[in-house]
């Protein structure tokens, strides 16, 4: 088998100590829903799965009916999917067939679950996903009441899995009139499902962040996302833990690394420019080390002439401008690179560290959008 130009490899390690660490802060009987939409926020469904059931998760989410496809193939048989977007109706007994619990959040969409589940003969899990004010996807207050009377009058053919709402940023703590006016009507709505003796199987309304920072929003399940795979949700969730345990434990850890190799090395004299255009002129004899990956790779055209990689422990400067599926470094500075040295793009090396938000400060990306973005084509390697 042919060589990709790069590679990731993903700490099982690590990502067991993130998940013992969410565990112990959300606290006993509490489900972990391990969202692994957009690829795992570019981690890999297929290789992040079996990871996660290795740490003890037995539930995940996506964004997409695609997504759980993917879920399905690699999970064991006891754990559990559930999608959270899009699931296209002609989709619906498929996911019904394949015992995958799924968002419903419009009134009309329960009469085609329902129709699925008679034809089929098996149950639909559904999760009824409420507004309470992030205004994307959520059933409105009118249209809840007549749902709960629709789930009880077939509770035969669909059972009432879950009731649940997203919080329109958690992350930051000048939202948190906004996430308390939210809880207090999600409050409001499991009222009625006990006024209409119709309780759900999950609550489940906190996200990394509100399972993190707001104790009081978490109920039987969390979803939790960007943690798992070692990042803080914000600043904001990261210096109230610090505050909280009076230290910074190095509680998350970062489960992903990314490298290459030097695809050759080449002198430039002084004077001579270096890649497209005029971005970079040598203002001394160089040598410049070049990578055989680009933004085609996922790796930010906005690192041109800013970022850094590491090669033999040390940090090398990228010179010029990144194009589709090269870029130069400066290793003027180290001794004795060769063809074939292996390149740290994030990760450590030696004593040294190049981190995502590395790139995030930048490049003015999210940590999970810079991830995302990463190709399914990389291969995905876990290592202990």
């Known amino acids: 088998m042919v060589r990709h130009s790069s590679r990731i490899e993903l700490s099982q390690s690590s990502l067991t100590s993130n998940i013992n660490f969410i565990k112990k802060k959300v606290g006993k009987g509490v489900r972990i829903s391990s969202v692994v939409k957009a690829n795992a926020y570019g981690h890999g469904i297929e290789e992040f799965v079996k990871m996660a059931e290795k740490a003890g998760v037995n539930h995940f989410s996506t964004a997409s009916a695609f997504e759980a496809e993917t879920v399905l193939e690699a999970k064991s048989d006891s754990s559990d999917v559930m999608i959270m977007g899009i699931l296209y109706s002609e989709d619906i007994g498929w996911a019904i067939e394949n015992e995958i619990e799924f968002y419903v959040f419009n009134y009309d969409r329960l009469s085609l679950v329902l129709k699925e589940a008679q034809k089929l003969g098996k149950k639909a ?4 996903e409420v507004e309470t004010g992030a205004n994307r996807t959520g059933l409105p207050e009118r249209e809840l009441s007549p749902s709960l009377s629709f789930l009880k009058k077939y509770q035969n053919h669909i059972e009432f899995t879950g009731l649940c709402t997203h919080f329109g940023g958690a992350e930051s703590f000048s939202n948190q009139f906004k996430i308390d006016k939210q809880h207090k009507k999600y409050k409001e709505y499991l009222k009625l499902c006990k006024k209409k ?64 190799d030097v695809m050759d090395v080449r002198d430039v004299v002084t004077g001579e420019f270096i890649g497209y255009g005029t971005a970079y002129q040598a203002t001394h004899d160089m040598k410049v080390a070049v990578m055989p990956l680009g933004y085609s790779n996922g790796y930010p055209r906005a690192q041109s002439n800013r970022g850094h990689v590491l090669i033999k422990g040390k940090k090398a400067p990228i010179v010029g401008l990144i194009n ?43 940590n999970a959008e810079m991830l995302s973005r990463l190709p399914a084509a990389i291969p995905r390697k876990v290592v202990k």
């Not at 990760?347 to 590395?358: A, E």
């Open 125 to 128: 899990k559904v999760h009824l």
């Open 324 to 366: 589709m599926n090269l870029f130069m470094v400066d290793v003027s500075h180290i001794d004795g690179v060769e063809v074939g040295e292996e390149v740290v793009l994030v990760g450590r090396q030696k004593n040294n560290t190049i981190n995502i938000s590395s790139f995030t400060q930048v490049t003015q990306l999210l």
């Open 197 to 260: 003796s119709l309780m759900p199987k999950t609550r489940h309304i906190a996200c990394s962040a509100a399972a993190l920072a707001y104790p009081d929003t978490v109920y039987d399940m969390v979803r939790i996302g960007v943690s798992q795979y070692g990042f803080w949700p914000s600043p904001d969730i990261y210096y109230k833990h610090i505050q909280d345990a009076n230290k910074s434990n190095g509680a998350l850890k970062r489960i992903f690394s990314w490298k290459t």
